[in-house]
């Protein structure tokens, strides 16, 4: 284990371990359903199903972006409700089977809500699998927690300060999407193709292989070279999703002076 990834082994011997909490964040873009189905179907055995769209965001509105940041107090319930506690801090690892899309969604909300003591499953719920580990259809039940959020909003920007900060010198604006969705060649999603002007790309996909491991540590440090000493690192995708993924990226080499533009360039079209 380290601060931010554990195995699967790691995971399988620490299953049972008190404050131990997981989460299965599977989901699915094109079939909101999914994720709940193949959670029902089958997952590790304990963990608690979040849904992209019902737990980690809140109903989109006509401006900020696809996937706004969900509702403070109704995540901060279904926390307690699965037994997340403040003090002693809960150890949360955290799942999908999409190359940490929606996993590090969790992960960058958690700490974005003062809970640092969670992790990510390297290699996902197939990595899991691939060991030969036991997996079940059970439902986990409720337990009572006691989770009390401290957001930090100051990790959080919106289009006017996007607009106001981006061409500073000492600020990076990092578009974490595909090349193609960057060039503006392709646009699967939003209604408008293109990229905020002055935007670098730095595609989300990278930062793992395509099993869905975690690239080695200096594959990150090579990354983020030109950027270690930037003022400020303002990370966008689509809707404030996938950016979470170079966040992670980021905090693995121990840059934190970073922002997630929430709304993303699905905001930034909507204008």
């Known amino acids: 284990m380290n601060n931010y990834l554990v195995s699967a082994q790691w995971l399988k011997e620490h299953l049972e371990d008190d404050n131990l909490i997981v989460i299965d964040s599977r989901f699915s873009l094109q079939e909101p ?31 900020g972006g696809r996937h706004p940041l969900p509702d ?20 949360i690892v955290v799942y999908d089977n999409s190359r940490l899309a929606f996993a590090s969604r969790f992960w960058w909300l958690m700490r974005f809500l003062g809970h640092e003591r969670v992790v990510l499953l390297d290699g996902g719920f197939d990595g899991w699998k691939a ?16 989770f009390v959020a401290r957001p930090n909003y100051d990790w959080v920007v919106d289009i006017e300060i996007v607009k106001k900060r981006k061409d500073l010198p000492g600020v990076v604006l990092v578009d974490s999407r595909a090349r193609e969705r960057y060039l503006g060649n392709i646009e699967p999603i939003d209604p408008i193709a293109g990229h905020i002007p002055g935007a670098v790309n730095y595609p989300w996909q990278d930062i793992t292989d395509g099993q869905g491991y975690i690239q080695p540590l200096e594959y990150h ?7 270690q000493n930037s003022e400020e690192i303002i990370v966008y995708c689509g809707s404030g999703v996938t950016a979470c993924v170079n966040l992670l990226s ?7 002076n970073t922002k997630l533009y929430a709304g993303s360039w699905s905001d930034w079209c909507s204008y």
């Not at 997996?135 to 927690?145: D, E, F, I, L």
């Open 33 to 63: 359903n999914l994720g709940r189905k193949q959670y029902e179907d089958e997952h590790i055995p304990g963990a608690y199903y979040f849904d992209l769209n019902a737990d980690l965001s809140s109903t989109p509105q006509k401006h």
């Open 72 to 91: 403070i107090s109704q995540l901060t319930g279904k926390l307690s409700s699965i037994g997340v506690k403040s003090d002693p801090a809960s150890l």
């Open 131 to 146: 060991q030969g580990y036991s997996v079940t259809s059970a439902v986990s039940k409720a337990v009572s927690g006691n």
């Open 221 to 227: 440090q090579n990354r983020w070279q030109d950027s």
């Open 250 to 256: 980021l905090a693995i080499v121990g840059i934190d």
